[in-house]
C-alpha cells in the first residue's frame, strides 16, 4: 500500500487529528421510538448499497438513543496538539444500534454489534470539523439546553439547530428541533438504582433485543458480551467529501469503525419520565428518515459520567474509484 502523504498543517487551527482523549463526560441518555422498517431503509441507504453489501449494518430494534451531554475536556494523544489545551464540547447525538450481518441463505445473521451515529449537533466549531475530518461524524451546527446539575430535574433538555425548510424564500436560521419536558411525579429510589454498567448493558440489551430483526447467535452473543466486559463500544460512520469535480459524487467514501474505550463510569436513571416534542424542519427530518415519532413519552431515561478514549479509526471498506479506493 502506498504511504499517505503528511496532513499540511497551515493557517488557523480548524481541527485537531485523533485519537482522541475524553474526559469529565456527562451524557444524559434518552431512549425514543421509531419505525423500524426506516431505520432499516437509513442503515440500507448508508452501509450497504454504497458497499454493494459488502458492509452491512442493520438497526437490531425501533429505538433511537438520543444523546444530550458535554465533554469536558476533549485531547488529541498526539504531540504536538496534546500539549496545547483542550476542548469543552456540548452536544446532542442520535444513535441507532445496530449489527453487522451476513446473508446465510436468505437469512440475516449478526456478526458483532455497534452504535450508528446519524446526525450529531454542537456548537464548537473545532469539534464540528474534527470529529468529521477524522472519523465521519455527521456534525451539524446545534445549541443545546440541559440542566446545570445532577439534582436538577425540572429543566427541559431543548435542541436548537441551524435549519430551514426548504422552498425558494426560505433561508436557514437557528430554530427549535427537539424538547425533552419532565413530567409526572418523581421516581422512588428503588426505580432509580441502576448498579454498575453491566448492569446497565444488561439492561439495554433486554430493551435492544426483545424482538430482534436479525438473527443473534452464538457469536454475536460472544462479541457483545466481549465488548461490554472491555468497555468497549464500536462507533459505526460513513465517511465522504464531495467530490470536487461533481459535487453529487464522493471523493472519498469509505465505512469506518471507530472504538470508543470508557472508564470511570457512574450511572443513575433520571428522577422523571419525559414527554418528547420533535418538530418538522426538512434540513433534519427526524421523522421522515430516522422514524422517530414526534410526539412520545420517554420512560428510558439515564445519566451517565465517565472518561472514554476514541481509538485510532479503521477503515472497513474504501469505494472502488475515490481517493482510497
Not at 32 to 58: E, I, S, W
Not at 85 to 97: C, Y
Request: proline share 6%; charged share 25%.
Amino acid at each position: 500500500m502506498t504511504q499517505k502523504p503528511p496532513y499540511v498543517e497551515f493557517g488557523g487551527l480548524a481541527s485537531a487529528p485523533g485519537p482522541l482523549q475524553c474526559d469529565d463526560t456527562t451524557l444524559y441518555v434518552f431512549g425514543l421510538k421509531a419505525d423500524h422498517a426506516k431505520l432499516d431503509a437509513l442503515c440500507q441507504k448508508v452501509f450497504r448499497t454504497p458497499t454493494g453489501g459488502a458492509m452491512d449494518y442493520r438497526p437490531l430494534g425501533d429505538n433511537v438513543i438520543v444523546t444530550f451531554g458535554v465533554v469536558g475536556a476533549i485531547r488529541p494523544t498526539l504531540e504536538p496538539w496534546h500539549s496545547m489545551g483542550a476542548v469543552r464540547e456540548p452536544q446532542v447525538g442520535f444513535w441507532i444500534p445496530v449489527a453487522r450481518v451476513k446473508d446465510d441463505d436468505g437469512e440475516l445473521k449478526a456478526q458483532d454489534f455497534g452504535m450508528f451515529c446519524a446526525a450529531m449537533m454542537l456548537d464548537n466549531p473545532i469539534s464540528l470539523l474534527s470529529g468529521r475530518e477524522d472519523y465521519g461524524y455527521p456534525k451539524t451546527m446545534g445549541w443545546s439546553e440541559m440542566p446545570a446539575g445532577a439534582t436538577d430535574a425540572s429543566t427541559p433538555f431543548t435542541l436548537d439547530v441551524f435549519g430551514m425548510d426548504f422552498g425558494g424564500d426560505e433561508h436557514p436560521e437557528r430554530r427549535r428541533l427537539l424538547e425533552l419536558a419532565p413530567v409526572g411525579d418523581e421516581l422512588s429510589e428503588a426505580e432509580l438504582a441502576l448498579g454498575d454498567i453491566l448492569t446497565v448493558g444488561e439492561w439495554i440489551k433486554d430493551m435492544l433485543f426483545e424482538e430482534p430483526q436479525v438473527e443473534l447467535g452464538l457469536h454475536f452473543a460472544v462479541e457483545f458480551g466481549k465488548a461490554l466486559h472491555d468497555h468497549k463500544v464500536n462507533q459505526v460512520f460513513l465517511k465522504q467529501i464531495r467530490a470536487t469535480a461533481d459535487g453529487r459524487r464522493a471523493d472519498i467514501q469509505q465505512v469506518v469503525v471507530a472504538p470508543a474505550i470508557t472508564k470511570n463510569i457512574t450511572v443513575t436513571q433520571l428522577k422523571h419520565d419525559y414527554d418528547c416534542t420533535i418538530q418538522q424542519l426538512d434540513s433534519h427530518p427526524l421523522h421522515d428518515e430516522l422514524g422517530i415519532v414526534p410526539q412520545q413519552r420517554v420512560t428510558l431515561a439515564m445519566r451517565m459520567h465517565f472518561d472514554f478514549l476514541i481509538e485510532a479509526g479503521q477503515v472497513r471498506w474504501s469505494a472502488p474509484g475515490t481517493t482510497d479506493g
